[in-house]
């Protein structure tokens, strides 16, 4: 079992910056690939970041590429995503979540663990 628990969100104007964390417990920790989703109001949740669990590889959304990054610290098993030059329309509830294994996906159905989410606003 893991469990995550997401930081870091809050309200924002157009052209700022938040970090979100996720804080995993559990055990091992370091064997999942960690990723980050979003869910906006009445829209399906969809992938955003992801990272491999020996930090190797990373993969973002088309949408956030260039304005977002996801890293790691295994040590203290948080992942992070630093969202700068956000947009009104990155707002929505972000979601961390792990999969066991090295490999990246992003699909929702893939992964195997959720936080509950944490709301992001960006106002215009």
């Known amino acids: 079992q893991v469990q995550l628990v997401e930081s870091g969100g809050g309200l924002v104007q157009a052209g700022g910056s938040l970090r979100l964390s996720c804080a995993a417990s559990?055990?091992?920790?370091?064997?999942?690939?960690m990723g980050w989703f979003r869910q906006a109001p009445g829209k399906e949740r969809e992938f955003v970041a992801a990272?491999?669990?020996?930090?190797?590889?990373?993969r973002y959304a088309d949408s956030v590429k260039g304005r977002f990054t996801i890293s790691r610290d295994n040590a203290k098993n948080t992942v992070y995503l630093q969202m700068n030059s956000l947009k009104p329309e990155d707002t929505a509830v972000y979601y961390c979540?792990?999969?066991?294994?090295?490999?990246?996906?992003?699909?929702?159905?893939?992964?195997?663990?959720w936080g509950k989410g944490t709301l992001v606003t960006v106002s215009s």
């Open positions: 979540a792990a999969r066991f294994g090295q490999s990246i996906k992003v699909e929702v159905y893939a992964m195997d663990y």
């Open positions: 559990g055990r091992t920790f370091s064997r999942y690939s």
């Open positions: 990272i491999t669990y020996s930090v190797d590889s990373t």
